[in-house]
């Protein structure tokens, strides 16, 4: 298979290695702007094959399939393009749903996969979350807290400098994109929302810092959702309870723990054989997921799964998030 990743920094090489490990036959070739990026080390390293636009690329190389991994806003553009091309697309998070509905029909009427990216709905703690909500069939409440210090994100560059300095693509929106996703998936719909926010740091941001968020789920389950981009120490504490069911993690693959009240013991719970990450990233963050998720995107190619997200899905997060931000 030829795979053709369109942006080509952190996330976009991080696509291409993951992709060499799940087949080393694929062959990459990628497009950016920047000439810098396209010849850098890595690039060159993976074999990547890079030039300044997709018309090159597509020329040059006839892609099987295409990775979006540009900054969110750029999206919908490049994937109407891509789809122009016709070819399957893989897209990062969007955070916007500009061009929903014009990609959506332009990828039926084309017979071509559309998929999105949700990391977290792959990650074997989140799966495990899941499943024993809906074994306990009793009403359940959750607290959960996400934050990390903005420049830490691209410890590389300046944070102003990346998508999460524009508004509509905040920090803060990025960890809702992020994490609602399983939350809805685990929880089910939202019916009520209650939100404080504010502005803790210095950091030159148009947009609040710091998220309370009370959400009221249609199943009777109350949620306390904290985002922030001001925690010193990255941080993803949840916990979950009910009349005889009381769960905790922290974020890392260790760090899930089922707690037992007849022995009042808190067991850990192992829901993977073996843990990869990047040491370039917070130990919350474990490369299982990717590759499961990008391994879920070549079976749709190859019509053996199903995606476990999609646009309908993210544009119901979406609307969610913007009722947030509205508050």
């Not at 017979?111 to 074994?135: C, D, H, N, W």
């Not at 719970?269 to 995107?297: G, K, M, P, W």
């Amino acid at each position: 298979m030829k795979l053709l990743i369109v942006g080509l920094g952190s996330m976009g090489k991080r696509r291409a290695r993951l992709a060499k490990g799940i087949d080393a036959s694929i062959e990459l070739c990628g497009v950016d702007l920047s000439e810098e990026r396209r010849t850098g080390e890595e690039v060159r390293r993976l074999g990547i094959d890079a030039y300044p636009d997709i018309p090159s690329a597509v020329a040059a190389r006839h892609p099987d399939a295409a990775l979006v991994c540009t900054a969110p806003i750029t999206h919908s553009g490049i994937i109407g393009q891509l789809l122009d091309e016709g070819l399957p697309v893989f897209t990062e998070l969007n955070l916007v749903s500009d061009g929903y509905a014009e990609n959506m029909a332009k990828a039926k009427a084309k017979g071509l996969p559309l998929f999105l990216s949700s990391t977290m709905l792959y990650r074997g703690e989140t799966q495990y979350i899941k499943q024993q909500v809906a074994q306990f069939k009793k009403p359940v409440n959750y607290i959960y807290h996400i934050g990390q210090y903005l420049p830490d994100w691209h410890p590389w560059e300046n944070y102003k400098n990346f998508f999460v300095g524009d508004k509509r693509t905040s920090g803060v929106r990025e960890i809702f994109g992020i994490d609602l996703p399983w939350l809805l998936d685990a929880f089910g719909p939202v019916k009520s929302v209650y939100v404080e926010k504010d502005k803790l740091s210095d950091l030159e941001l148009p947009y609040p810092d710091s998220w309370f968020v009370t959400l009221r789920h249609e199943n009777g389950t109350k949620g306390f959702l904290a985002a922030d981009v001001v925690s010193p120490k990255a941080v993803r504490n949840f916990e979950c309870f009910g009349e005889g069911l009381h769960l905790f993690w922290e974020g890392s693959p260790s760090s899930l723990y089922h707690f037992d009240h007849a022995t009042g013991r808190k067991n850990p719970v192992c829901t993977y054989q073996t843990v990869e990450h990047d040491s370039r990233y917070s130990d919350n963050i474990v490369e299982n997921a990717y590759v499961d998720e990008l391994t879920n995107f070549f079976g749709v190619l190859n019509g053996t799964q199903r995606p476990r997200y999609s646009f309908e899905k993210d544009q119901a997060t979406i609307e969610l998030i913007e009722r947030i931000e509205r508050f």
